[in-house]
């Protein structure tokens, strides 16, 4: 990685390249549907071992216990804690679960 100073002193750095994967995330008291961003060539799971407080979703849905939408949100930021399950979904089975 190549770092660059400008006269300021401030920084820039290479952009890390990230994928969306289309998720499904089981908290303790909702089922969630959306988007989390992986880097170029690392698996979810490398994601889900950072040691962040929260993983970012994006395109996020959240749904009742009778599967119906609550609300949805552009961005939404989950407490790593609170997830119970997390599952990589197929875009075809993406579709099938927004219909």
Known sequence: MTIEYDEKGKFYTD???KLPVPVVIQTATHLMRGL???RDGERLKNELERDEMFLAVTSASVYSADDK????APFMAVLRAQIIW????DEEDQKDLSE
């Open 15 to 17: 952009i890390v390249k």
């Open 69 to 72: 939408v609550l609300f949805k």
């Open 86 to 89: 997390i599952m990589p979904v």
């Open 36 to 38: 989390v961003h992986v």
